[in-house]
């Protein structure tokens, strides 16, 4: 960590950057020292990322400097700091928020909506649905639906994926390999927390990480299968059937919207030839 050398003879000069390093603890430099940290990134390296220097990053973050709002970007980007974070960031710099938050139902997100729509439907017979940062649903096709049917009604209003997935009341009993796919639905909570200061995703992740789980004799994962799975499948039961799913996720490239940034689009594609005849079959 490079460091301001101190000037000797001038106590009055150090007591009074003291002074400005105090009041701001909470300012914007603490805040880039947190996301820089929290991504295992030196100040040295985040200086020639951001073409600076380690000195003037130094200052920044203990309250010496104040970064332009251009500099307050880069950092972010660089840092890979969420979009509503940015907002914090420049807020605490002194400057305007630069990303809108528009809710959904917002006329100006209707073309969004209908694309959104159009996506869902189009991925028809196959389960997709649409997401926010804490995994609440947003949207979602009749492929879900059909694998939500009876589901409790306090269970699915409102709606959390994590939630419904890994509930005792809810999908949980049907998974046939709830021990595989819930630790990895816990890592990937874990991933995100790591990478971002979300409270409610962490609410969402203490309490389904609490959720007690079937006797592993119940729903071990049947390594014997003939089908080569690429992936961790979902092998989940649906009147009588085991279908077998292989999950992927969609964000939107350079959001520029907080509400838009947060939006990710889930989709579940069969693993296996027989999912595939069922979910045809019962969807037609």
């Known amino acids: 960590m490079t460091t301001a050398a101190p000037v ?22 603490p805040l880039l020292r947190g996301w820089r940290e929290r991504r295992r990134v030196s ?23 104040r970064p332009s709002e251009e500099l307050v970007l880069r950092l972010a980007d660089h840092l890979d700091v969420p979009v509503r974070d940015r907002n ?7 400057y305007a928020p630069r990303f809108r938050e528009t809710p959904l139902e917002d006329p100006a997100m ?22 926010d940062a804490a995994y609440d ?15 409790p009604d306090d269970l699915a209003s ?31 909570m874990e ?24 006797d592993p004799g119940v729903d071990a994962f049947d390594a014997a299968t003939d089908v080569p799975y690429f992936a961790l499948p979902l092998r989940i039961e649906h009147d009588g059937h085991v279908l077998s799913f292989i999950s992927s996720i969609s964000t939107f490239n350079t959001p520029m919207d907080v509400t838009v940034a947060e939006l990710a ?18 969807m037609t």
């Open 8 to 29: 000797k003879g001038n106590t009055k000069g150090k007591a009074k950057a003291d002074q400005h390093t105090k009041g701001n603890a909470t300012g914007v430099g």
């Open 43 to 65: 100040q040295l390296e985040l200086a020639l990322r951001a073409d600076s220097s380690a000195r003037h990053i130094s200052f920044i973050e203990t309250g010496r400097a």
């Open 88 to 94: 914090s960031l420049l807020l605490a710099a002194g």
């Open 110 to 131: 209707g073309t969004l909506r209908e694309g959104l729509d159009q996506l869902l439907t189009g991925y028809e017979p196959y389960p997709a649905l649409v997401v």
């Open 137 to 151: 649903v947003i949207a979602a096709n009749r492929g879900v639906a059909m694998l939500m049917e009876g589901i």
């Open 158 to 188: 409102p709606a959390n994926a994590m939630r419904l997935t890994l509930h005792p009341r809810g999908l949980a009993p049907r998974i046939r390999n709830l021990r595989e796919w819930r630790g990895h639905l816990l890592h990937q």
């Open 191 to 214: 991933r995100q927390i790591a990478l971002q200061r979300s409270d409610a995703l962490r609410a969402v992740y203490e309490e389904v990480a609490a959720y007690p789980v079937a």
């Open 265 to 282: 689009i889930e989709t579940l594609l069969p693993a296996d030839p027989a999912t595939t005849k069922y979910l045809q079959t019962r």
